[in-house]
């Protein structure tokens, strides 16, 4: 079964973009768009669950690896709440384990989410290496939401870049390159040169400008 076959199916988990929420730790480049779940009916839960081979539980015990789905829902309504306020560190532990137990449909809204708060955390490289991932899951996007997600993750991919620490602009210039697609290095090395701009690093926006001449 494909991961869109089984996204379309069982309707799970609906993702839906709201307006923004305010993180307060976040930076003025901070991402836009919330996430909402649709609760699944019993119908959808039951055939979530023959989908992946196994039979529906005629308990309530579910095991901790594979919650059921209003469960993981209700979480990640936890998690929503806790990035608006502010409190990343516990966002970011729902936002985690979601990425390891979540349908493959959720997983790339969740790495952008995750990826944010690693960065508003000071652990930038990690933010970046979740949206290397989230660029690797939507390799072949198959719908409009899932190609817009891809084409923010590359601009927040370039953002995150220039805050990496002891990163000098060709070094920065050269992780994107390996990262993106030709088609997408545009706009992730203007993403770079415009937070260069608005951090007061104007010789490292020259450098990336230069590079930008010459980009595809």
């Known amino acids: 079964m494909?991961?869109?076959?089984?996204?379309?199916?069982?309707?799970l988990l609906l993702l839906l973009l709201l307006p923004a929420c305010s993180g307060r730790q976040m930076s003025s480049?901070?991402?836009?768009?919330?996430?909402?779940?649709?609760?699944?009916?019993?119908?959808?839960?039951?055939?979530?669950?023959?989908?992946?081979?196994?039979?529906?539980?005629?308990?309530?015990?579910?095991?901790?690896?594979?919650?059921?789905?209003?469960?993981?829902?209700?979480?990640?309504?936890?998690?929503?709440?806790?990035?608006?306020?502010?409190?990343?560190?516990?966002?970011?532990?729902?936002?985690?384990?979601?990425?390891?137990?979540?349908?493959?449909?959720?997983?790339?809204r969740v790495l952008h989410r995750l990826?944010?708060?690693?960065?508003?955390?000071?652990?930038?490289?990690?933010?970046?290496?979740?949206?290397?991932?989230?660029?690797?899951?939507?390799?072949?996007p198959a719908d409009d939401a899932e190609r817009s997600l891809r084409a923010e993750a590359v601009r927040d991919l370039g953002l995150l870049t220039a805050a990496l620490p002891d990163t000098p602009p060709e070094r920065a210039i050269g992780f994107l390159e390996a990262a993106v697609r030709a088609g997408?290095?545009?706009p992730a090395l203007g993403a770079l040169a415009d937070q260069y701009r608005a951090t007061g690093r104007l010789e490292a926006e020259r450098a990336v400008r230069e590079r930008l001449r010459g980009a595809d």
């Not at 055939?47 to 579910?62: C, F, L, N, Q, R």
């Not at 690896?65 to 309504?77: F, Q, V």
């Not at 929503?80 to 966002?91: H, K, Y």
């Not at 960065?119 to 939507?138: I, N, Q, S, V």
């Open 29 to 108: 480049w901070s991402p836009s768009g919330s996430l909402a779940w649709d609760e699944p009916t019993p119908a959808e839960i039951e055939e979530s669950a023959a989908d992946a081979g196994t039979e529906t539980p005629a308990t309530t015990d579910v095991p901790a690896a594979a919650p059921a789905p209003e469960d993981l829902a209700a979480r990640l309504m936890d998690a929503e709440r806790l990035f608006s306020d502010g409190e990343l560190a516990g966002a970011a532990e729902i936002y985690a384990a979601a990425v390891d137990t979540g349908p493959p449909g959720l997983q790339a």
């Open 115 to 140: 990826a944010w708060c690693e960065h508003g955390l000071g652990r930038t490289l990690a933010g970046t290496e979740r949206l290397r991932r989230l660029l690797d899951l939507l390799a072949a």
């Open 2 to 11: 494909t991961r869109h076959g089984s996204r379309n199916r069982s309707r």
């Open 184 to 186: 997408e290095l545009r």
